[in-house]
Nanobody
């Protein structure tokens, strides 16, 4: 079992910045990739960014140039640095991780509880 604990959400004005963090705990052989999704009211949950243990990243076009994802493998923590925030970034942000309990095992998916990000105009 793996737990993902998120922090860093809050209320900011347009153009402001926030840094989200998500720390994984529990038992796992590997945790790869780790990433972030978001869900605004009345909309589907959408992909934001993810990062592999090797450091390869992917991000949605809507956040490229503004958001940066990173991870600390030793701390089992993923971060999302959000700059130049816009009202359309307002959403609940969810941490996601894919794990293996052993080398031979299949993949397991875990989600954090979500953290609210609100950008006011």
């Amino acid at each position: 079992q793996v737990q993902l604990v998120e922090s860093g959400g809050g209320l900011v004005r347009t153009g402001g910045s926030l840094r989200l963090s998500c720390a994984a705990s529990g038992s796992f052989f590997s945790i790869d990739p780790m990433g972030w999704y978001r869900q605004a009211p009345g909309k589907q949950r959408e992909f934001v960014a993810d990062i592999t243990a090797a450091g390869n990243t992917n991000s949605a076009m809507s956040v490229k140039g503004r958001f940066t994802i990173s991870r600390d493998n030793h701390k089992n923590t993923v971060y999302l640095q959000m700059n130049s925030l816009k009202p359309e970034d307002t959403a609940v942000y969810y941490c996601h991780a894919q794990t293996k309990s052993s080398y031979e095992s299949g993949l397991d998916d875990y989600w954090g509880q979500g953290t609210q990000v609100t950008v006011s105009s």
